[in-house]
T-cell receptor
Framework: EDKVVQSPLSLVVHEGDTVTLNCSYE??????LLWYKQEKKAPTFLFML????IEKKSGRLSSILDKKELFSILNITATQTGDSAIYLC????????????FGTGTRLQVTL | DAGVTQSPTHLIKTRGQQVTLRCSPK?????VSWYQQALGQGPQFIFQ???????QRGNFPDRFSGHQFPNYSSELNVNALLLGDSALYLC?????????????FGNGTRLTVT
């Protein structure tokens, strides 16, 4: 059974700090790893990673995958209060990107 | 560009009742998946529909069933509701046959079973 473990479970930082969120996984037939941000209801897509060592970047957010060690990190620099959310990591083990296995998420709170 | 839309937003039902949740996929998407998200947990895959057929299924009992219509919209039905079915039900859509097509989620239906 595919498994995703995220750490830490929750995190409180001050605005301007840099944070690193961790995601480790076990999957029989890895196809991709995805990061989502969930603020109230709908998870919104951040990144899809398929290859090791290639950093994906979007503004202050970046992510990288290590397929040998089976983990990914999500970095957020110069955090803002609007970054407060639950960050979900998921793996696709089927290739259809529809049947994702999610971790429990990291709850990030950014304070002034 | 219309994203994934779900209805209703909230629902309260009694144990033993039946419920139907509805979803319209993002414009152009042909595949719909349903997820259950219990409080404090990540979403759990229920099933996927493509070309009006259930293509993949997660570890959910037969009380959970679905349907996809020719316009790609979908319904999730849950029979004989249990207290443990209380959760946020998320619908997601994507393109089945397009590489690197991530899931786009709707805002979900919050189901409370009393």
């Amino acid at each position: 059974e595919d498994k995703v473990v995220q750490s830490p479970l929750s995190l409180v930082v001050h605005e301007g700090d840099t944070v690193t969120l961790n995601c480790s996984y076990e999957v029989t037939n890895f196809r991709s790893l995805l990061w989502y941000k969930q603020e109230k209801k709908a998870p919104t897509f951040l990144f899809m990673l398929t290859s090791s060592g290639i950093e994906k970047k979007s503004g202050r957010l970046s992510s990288i995958l290590d397929k040998k060690e089976l983990f990914s990190i999500l970095n957020i620099t110069a955090t803002q209060t609007g970054d407060s959310a639950i960050y979900l990591c998921a793996v696709d083990g089927t290739g259809t990107a529809s049947k994702l296995t999610f971790g429990t998420g990291t709850r990030l709170q950014v304070t002034l | 560009d219309a994203g994934v839309t779900q209805s209703p937003t909230h629902l309260i039902k009694t144990r033993g009742q039946q419920v139907t949740l509805r979803c319209s996929p993002k414009s152009g998407h042909d595949t719909v998946s349903w997820y259950q998200q219990a409080l404090g947990q990540g979403p759990q895959f229920i099933f996927q529909y493509y070309e009006e057929e259930e293509r993949q299924r997660g570890n959910f009992p037969d009380r959970f069933s679905g349907h996809q219509f020719p316009n790609y919209s979908s319904e999730l039905n849950v029979n004989a509701l249990l207290l443990g079915d209380s959760a946020l039900y998320l619908c997601a859509s994507s393109f089945l046959d397009r590489d690197n097509s991530p899931l786009h989620f709707g805002n979900g239906t919050r189901l409370t079973v009393t």
